[in-house]
């Protein structure tokens, strides 16, 4: 299944690019809009429902571990180094504003996270 990052999937607002707080800008995830953007908080959501959580293995992470492990340890470094490649998380999570919209977003850990603290 190829998941898109960071993207609103379905619903309102369908492929647009949901963003992290930033230091210069927004402390909530936002969504850029072509009318401007909308805040993920407390005031803006109304409920939001994780729908999956999709945890896999980075391949660019697991070849380059493999090869410096095969580097160093012959093939028992190269299984050991794929193996210990990074984890990489896509959350699918249901949004419902307050204004009566939806949508479906595919996103990141650290949105993810910043979402959970920001609708609290």
Known sequence: MIFTKNKVVAGDYVGDKVSP?????????????????????NTTVARYEVITD????????????????NYLLGNTGLLAG???????????????????????LDIDEKIYKSLIKSCF
Do not use: C, W
């Not at 210069?24 to 908080?41: A, R, Y």
């Not at 999709?54 to 492990?69: E, T």
């Open 21 to 41: 707080p930033s230091l210069l800008g927004s402390k909530h995830p936002t969504i850029s809009t072509s009318g401007g953007k909308i805040e993920l908080n």
């Open 54 to 69: 999709d945890h896999r293995k980075s391949a660019v992470s697991g070849v380059l571990r493999g090869f410096i492990g």
């Open 82 to 104: 794929a193996m210990s490649a990074k984890n990489k998380s896509i959350y699918t999570v249901a949004v419902d504003f307050i204004s009566g919209k939806r949508s479906l």
